[in-house]
């Protein structure tokens, strides 16, 4: 990894787990990040970025990622 940190070994118990990378990545993505924004912050690209948003979808059973919630009128 380019950040110094070994990788861990895949096994089939491991198959389901989300990498450090995909953790990092999902939490930045929860946070209403675009993906070229994240890809700036982790110096990878914005299609590595998707690739690795695609692997998460995939092991959470998720679709897509979801909306922000939108800001509720001042009353």
Do not use: C
């Not at 993505?29 to 914005?46: K, M, Q, T, V």
């Amino acid at each position: 990894m380019a950040t110094g940190e070994i990788a861990r070994k895949r096994t089939v118990e491991t198959t389901g787990e989300l990498t450090s990378q995909e953790v990092h990545i999902a939490r930045l993505a929860r946070d209403g990040l675009p993906n070229p924004e994240i890809g700036a912050r982790l110096f990878i690209s914005a299609r590595r970025v998707q690739y690795h948003l695609g692997k998460v979808f995939t092991k959470l059973a998720q679709r897509a990622r979801p909306r922000p919630a939108r800001a509720a009128p001042a009353t």
